[in-house]
């Protein structure tokens, strides 16, 4: 078979035969004009056959472990969905705003003065070491908790004092720590920080802030618990706990730990720029997968992380 320029080039010669018509006899020119008429649609007829065999070569590169068929079918985008845990922090960020809190969001890679030094954990003292924390060979922290972000909470809406008599933030965030993997254990997972000041702030108010989030995240009335802790940065701490939510988990038998909180220590108040003669403070914060979790019946936090199709396409 003749190339396609192969093919161009007798079209143009043929068109200057046409031009020969003229100067034939009156006889031959029809015969004549009728063979250069057929030989025309031929030539037409395979530039034809030869465009539409190049316009079918395939220029996307393939994937040759695709199953039959697979690498020619037409594109078919497809609408993905939210992760789990995305939707549910939005969630949690939606509550919170409808309750009146500023919402900002949490850094990936954080110092040692916002994971350390700003949360009243003294140079070296060893409570540092609970936070399986990684450092960056440059020494940045991808942050162990979302409380690195209340000194930054403090500072961006301490004008707030002066303006409304007190700062109301929450800071949803992704958090790190050098955990040995399993089933509850992981080493990226999401918290939720809350942070309040005003000049009359107290401990009933935080643990009726806390109950009042989980309430209305699992649509019910839940009884809380709380148990002495130890946090640097607040005095006193606690951790906190709910009752397993009845509809939910079947039973309502068991507690939930669900994180830590306390008063604001008035080291981190004073770092911040904040009187605490004149102000106090409430913190609180906790772990977004087990929320998520339970509200699912997911049994393993790996999945999250995983990037199954199979477990996001369940959302
Ligand atoms: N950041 C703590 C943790 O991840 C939890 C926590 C405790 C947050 C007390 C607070 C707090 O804001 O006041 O273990």
């Known amino acids: 078979m003749s190339s396609l320029e192969e093919l161009k080039l007798e079209l143009k010669k043929l068109g200057q035969e046409y031009a020969k018509i003229k100067t034939m006899p009156e006889a031959e020119r029809?015969?004549?004009?009728?063979?250069?008429?057929?030989?025309?649609?031929?030539?037409?007829?395979?530039?034809?056959?030869?465009?539409?065999?190049?316009?079918?070569?395939?220029?996307?590169?393939?994937?040759?472990?695709?199953?039959?068929?697979?690498?020619t079918k037409p594109f078919k985008p497809t609408r993905g969905t939210k992760h789990p845990l995305t939707t549910e922090l939005d969630r949690v960020a939606e509550i919170y705003r409808q309750m009146g809190f500023n919402v900002i969001e949490a850094r990936q890679l954080d110092d040692e003065f916002h994971m350390f030094d700003s949360l009243n954990f003294p140079?070296?003292?060893?409570?540092?070491?609970?936070y399986d924390t990684f450092r960056t060979s440059e020494g940045f922290i991808p942050p162990a908790h979302t409380s690195t972000m209340q000194y930054r909470a403090l500072t961006r809406f301490?004008?707030?004092?002066?303006?409304?008599?007190?700062?109301?933030?929450?800071?949803?965030g992704r958090v790190f720590r050098n955990e040995d993997v399993d089933a509850t254990h992981e080493h990226t997972f999401?918290?939720?920080?809350?942070?309040?000041?005003?000049?009359d702030a107290t401990l009933g108010q935080l643990l009726a802030t806390w109950q009042n989030f989980f309430e209305t995240y699992y649509g019910q009335k839940l009884h809380i618990k709380t148990q002495p802790g130890f946090f640097p940065f607040t005095e006193p701490s606690l951790e906190f706990q709910i009752e397993k939510p009845k509809s939910l988990s079947g039973k309502g038998d068991g507690w939930l730990e669900m994180g830590g909180c306390g008063m604001i220590h008035p080291n981190v108040l004073r770092t911040a720029g904040i009187n605490p003669e004149v102000y106090k403070g409430f913190a609180w914060g906790g772990?977004?997968?087990?929320?998520?979790?339970?509200?699912f019946g997911i049994n393993d936090v790996?999945?999250?992380?995983?990037?199954?199709?199979?477990?996001?396409?369940?959302?």
Request: include cysteine; charged fraction near 30%.
């Open 123 to 130: 140079t070296g003292h060893p409570a540092r070491d609970g």
């Open 190 to 199: 999401y918290q939720c920080e809350g942070v309040f000041v005003s000049r």
């Open 30 to 71: 029809k015969s004549f004009g009728e063979k250069l008429n057929a030989r025309k649609s031929a030539i037409l007829t395979a530039i034809h056959k030869q465009e539409e065999i190049a316009e079918s070569v395939n220029i996307e590169p393939i994937d040759l472990t695709a199953p039959f068929g697979e690498n």
């Open 158 to 172: 301490r004008d707030h004092l002066d303006k409304y008599g007190q700062i109301a933030v929450v800071v949803p």
């Open 287 to 295: 772990g977004i997968d087990r929320l998520v979790m339970l509200k």
């Open 302 to 315: 790996r999945y999250f992380e995983s990037g199954k199709l199979e477990f996001l396409k369940e959302f």
